[in-house]
């Protein structure tokens, strides 16, 4: 261990934090990714207090309506008809069962009710049966958003006539590194359906994945993606990678925690006011960990025991460890 002398250090935060910004370099992202551990998380937590009351979490519930045999090669994604993981494809749910599962989460406390498909892109009659969908959500008093693949301009605008709130798409990780995950379809074929989104009025949901064999450079550089994007996402999740046996990456080391709530930290301070959602991979994760997370600025996250077709933790278990931590359900 090096021994360097004491040395008093700044604690007030850096004149741009806390300011939202639109011209973060990976360069800049990269130097909160390479700050003392203890400075970026005090950075964080300045940020989070100036537009969130700390104790409050957003809670949404993600059901799979449309499960497996998607046609894209995701290398993360237990769901590719690519891969044999054991997940088997089926039909899109009928709208009473959807709408039961929708009553069960408000019951529960979430406030947002999330509907993924495994498509590439909806066909239009498809599309017909997820705004219906879409209608019965909200008229339960929930928070409503889908994901489900690319969208066409007049997709977007039927969806938010439906009542659409977010939609999530997400650009998984750099520009650099994508092609490594996805090869059906790329980066920009992303950013075009998230400005078709933002374009019909719809709220933007889009975070990445960590874990996935990325380097440090290319977190940094999602990260400074979605802050470069013309309007924040108003919602960002980010996830850990679950390995899931029969995709690619199931046998990529896992990510070093730290690193995980480093990623959390930066994206707190870059989007200062995106709720940040702590994603798919806490069923791994230890409420210590957790508790991290949120000190670094994360402020959201995942309610039920499944997310599409990973596990997440139990209802039960969140409870507790929210009581634990003091944490409370923001309201919609
Ligand atoms: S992440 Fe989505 S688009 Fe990719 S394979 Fe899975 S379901 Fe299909």
Known sequence: ???????????APTAQD??????????????LFELQFAELIFRAQNVHRSYFDPAAVQISTLLSVKTGG?????????????????????????????????????????????????WREPKDRDLDAVCAMVEGVKALGLETCATLGMLTDAQARRLKTAGLDYYNH?????????????????????????????????HVCCGGIVGMGESRDDRAGMIATLAS?????????????VRVAGTPLADRPPLDTLEFVRTIAAARICLPRSVVRLSAGREDMSEEMQALCFLAGAN????????????????????????????RAMRA
């Open 229 to 241: 994007l013309p309007v924040h996402p108003e919602s960002v999740p980010i996830n850990m990678l």
């Open 70 to 118: 998607c046609p894209e090669d995701c290398a993360y994604c237990p769901q590719s008809a690519r891969y044999d993981t054991g997940v088997r494809a089926e039909k899109l749910m009928a709208l009473d069962a959807v709408l039961a599962e929708a009553r069960a989460a408000k019951a529960a406390g979430a406030s947002r009710f999330c509907m993924g498909a495994a």
């Open 300 to 327: 959201s996250i995942f309610y039920g025991p499944k997310l599409l077709t990973t596990p997440n933790p139990g209802p039960d278990r969140d409870q507790r460890m929210m009581a634990r931590l003091g944490l």
């Open 1 to 11: 261990m090096e021994i360097v002398p004491v040395r008093p250090q700044s604690h």
């Open 18 to 31: 806390g300011e939202p910004r639109h011209d973060w370099t990976r360069a800049q992202v990269r130097a």
């Open 170 to 202: 997400n650009l998984d990780t750099s520009p650099e590194f994508y092609g490594d995950i996805i090869t059906t379809r790329c980066y920009q074929d992303r950013l075009d359906t998230l400005a078709r989104v933002r374009e019909a009025g719809i």
